[in-house]
């Protein structure tokens, strides 16, 4: 959060390109965290990939709750960023949010689809539906909204 903070800061005093990078950073880390802030629910202390040997150390693989988990901590992000967008007027936290969602749109579709099954599955395609129908609202009447004009009376 560090980062966030420091490219608040530097926003006006420091060159842009400078700042756009710190943001980039700090949207990352915050990615970062929050993906393993759910691998440690799911899996504790030991948060571990698990190993392309397969005899190697044993490591719990990822169940379909946690796959799904990811994805809605994905999208749930990405609506924070666009929530901060919209509040702040911040062009670089709606593109974030716009890359976490879509981010999260290929992950359903390409690794829930092929790995999920039964509840997880219809979970998944469910929360990304109404998400992406309540990011098409926010942006039709907060972003994208024509001033309202008074009728003549």
């Avoid at 400078?18 to 990352?28: D, E, F, G, K, R």
């Avoid at 929050?34 to 030991?46: A, K, N």
């Avoid at 990405?78 to 709606?94: D, K």
């Amino acid at each position: 959060f560090a980062a966030i903070l420091l490219a608040r800061a530097a926003r006006g005093s420091r060159p842009r390109w400078y700042v756009t990078t710190i943001a980039v950073l700090a949207c990352v880390l915050v990615f970062g965290y929050v993906t393993l802030e759910v691998r440690h629910i799911f899996q504790g202390s030991d948060i571990r990939l698990p190993p392309l040997n397969p005899f190697g150390p044993s490591v719990r693989m990822a169940s379909g709750a946690e796959v799904w988990a990811y994805s809605a901590a994905w999208l749930l992000l990405g609506i924070v960023f666009l929530a901060y967008g919209i509040w702040r007027s911040s062009v670089e936290a709606r593109i974030a949010s716009a890359i976490l969602v879509v981010l999260s749109v290929a992950k359903v579709f390409l690794y829930d689809l092929a790995g999920l099954t039964g509840l997880w599955r219809a979970l998944s395609f469910i929360v990304l539906g109404l998400v992406l129908i309540g990011i098409g609202l926010a942006y039709q009447n907060l972003v994208f909204a024509r001033p309202r004009t008074r009728a003549a009376d």
